[in-house]
């Protein structure tokens, strides 16, 4: 079933196209049919997921020809050797490097959000002690005094 809906997946657009008008002149509800399953299976690549679709088609295809996460290579182990030392050696000190710079930046904006946080919530409570009590409800006379 699996492989059925990836060939499914792979049929061209312009084919699907071809397929619905075929539909609507044999028989219009076949038509209406196709174009609801071109609408919900988003394969018209239109709208907000398309940009999406694309994403997903394009991982899709990298599986297929054996590449790993980010178009590395096979695995999950990173860049795939160069043939040449030196260069893989500078290479891996290059992305330890920019992870390293990158740990850094979050950890200085986490500072930054605390530091605004922080502000917001002094400032909040100094207006909150300077501003005036409120009036005290007046005083209902005493039963039977009245």
Not at 73 to 84: D, L
Not at 98 to 112: G, H, S, T
Not at 123 to 129: D, G, L
Request: proline share 10%; aromatic share 14%.
């Amino acid at each position: 079933m699996h492989a059925l809906t990836h060939r499914i997946d792979d049929i061209p657009r312009p084919f699907w196209i071809a397929l619905m008008v075929m539909g609507f002149i044999v028989f219009w509800p076949i038509g209406l049919a196709i174009l609801a399953y071109l609408i919900w299976s988003r394969k018209m690549g239109c709208g907000r997921y398309a940009k999406f679709d694309k994403m997903e088609r394009f991982a899709r295809w990298q599986d297929q020809r054996g590449f790993g996460p980010r178009g590395w290579g096979p695995g999950f182990g990173g860049p795939r050797p160069s043939g040449n030392a030196a260069f893989d050696e500078y290479r891996q000190q290059t992305l330890q490097r920019l992870e390293e710079e990158e740990r850094e930046f979050r950890d200085y904006l986490e500072r930054l959000r605390m530091a605004k946080d922080r502000a917001e919530f002094d400032q909040f409570m100094r207006e909150r002690q300077n501003r005036p009590a409120p009036p005290a409800p007046p005083a209902e006379p005493a039963p039977g005094q009245g």
